[in-house]
């Protein structure tokens, strides 16, 4: 179990729309254009694009955002250049952690992220030191409103996913990385909203975290994704809900 997927589950909920709006707007914005380039322009014969694409409309982000974001990334229009770089790294208590970065400036970025870890009890490792822990896998979230365990179960292994978690308030779907969009369209033809639906970096283990350590860790994520240039922060610490929702609490 996923005490940072619980984490992400939390904060969407607490979040409120408008306040946060701006910056998942610019996010989603760096994520188009990176997929566009990479994969390039055409959304059905680039699942990263689709992906991006489908986090926007979740956002409510009008077409033409999404549009000038792909002509950018293609290179139909100018604009900033953006570099897609993965930072690797330590938290409290020995967490590995990645930290997926979208910028224009990668020393001040190498500079930020190297200060917001030390600042909360982690550190910067060498490339390669963290990334073992870690697989490439699609990840779902499905509030446990949208469907009971044994009718997900029958929807999402028969597209092909690995697993089905309890993430507390919600249901966590593995899948190969491979297989995301097919189990993605099999909840979406069953009419079952995730809440969040990514190809994710998943951690194979976990190291469980309390106390102290428990809320510095909680502070050390936020830090980082608060950071404009953060796309998303992976850990593979397990903290109890009940520490999750006090951290929330305090703020």
């Known amino acids: 179990m996923s005490g940072h997927s619980k984490w992400a589950t939390i904060?969407?909920?607490?979040?409120?729309?408008?306040?946060r709006r701006g910056k998942a707007f610019t996010k989603?914005?760096?994520?188009?254009?990176?997929?566009?380039?990479?994969?390039?322009p055409d959304p059905d014969s680039n699942p990263r694009l689709r992906s991006a694409i489908q986090a926007a409309k979740?956002?409510?982000?009008?077409?033409?955002?999404?549009?000038?974001?792909?002509?950018?990334?293609?290179?139909?229009?100018?604009?900033?250049h953006y570099e897609e770089v993965t930072f690797e790294g330590y938290g409290p208590g020995g967490v590995g952690m990645l930290v997926q970065v979208v910028t224009t400036n990668r020393n001040r970025v190498v500079s930020d992220i190297r200060h917001l870890m030390s600042k909360h009890g982690g550190n910067m490792a060498e490339t390669g030191a963290v990334g073992w822990m870690f697989q490439r896998k699609g990840e779902i979230f499905v509030p446990k409103e949208q469907a009971d365990e044994d009718?997900?179960?029958g929807i999402v292994l028969e597209a092909g996913a690995e697993d089905v978690r309890d993430d507390g308030s919600a249901w966590q779907v593995l899948t190969p990385a491979e297989d995301f969009e097919k189990v993605r369209e099999?909840?979406?033809?069953?009419?079952?909203?995730?809440?969040s639906a990514e190809v994710a970096w998943v951690a194979q283990n976990y190291i469980k975290l309390t106390g102290a350590q428990a809320q510095q860790m909680l502070r050390m994520v936020e830090a980082?994704?608060?950071?404009?240039?953060?796309?998303?922060?992976?850990?593979?610490?397990d903290?109890?809900?009940n520490e999750i929702q006090a951290a929330v609490g305090a703020e």
């Open 58 to 80: 979740a956002e409510n982000m009008p077409n033409e955002n999404v549009e000038r974001a792909i002509q950018r990334g293609a290179g139909q229009l100018e604009g900033e």
């Open 28 to 40: 989603i914005i760096r994520e188009i254009s990176i997929a566009a380039r990479i994969g390039g």
């Open 11 to 19: 904060k969407h909920k607490k979040a409120a729309a408008d306040a």
């Open 224 to 237: 980082l994704e608060e950071h404009d240039d953060v796309q998303h922060v992976y850990a593979n610490f």
């Open 239 to 241: 903290i109890d809900e």
């Open 151 to 153: 009718k997900l179960l």
């Open 186 to 195: 099999a909840l979406e033809k069953a009419e079952i909203k995730p809440s």
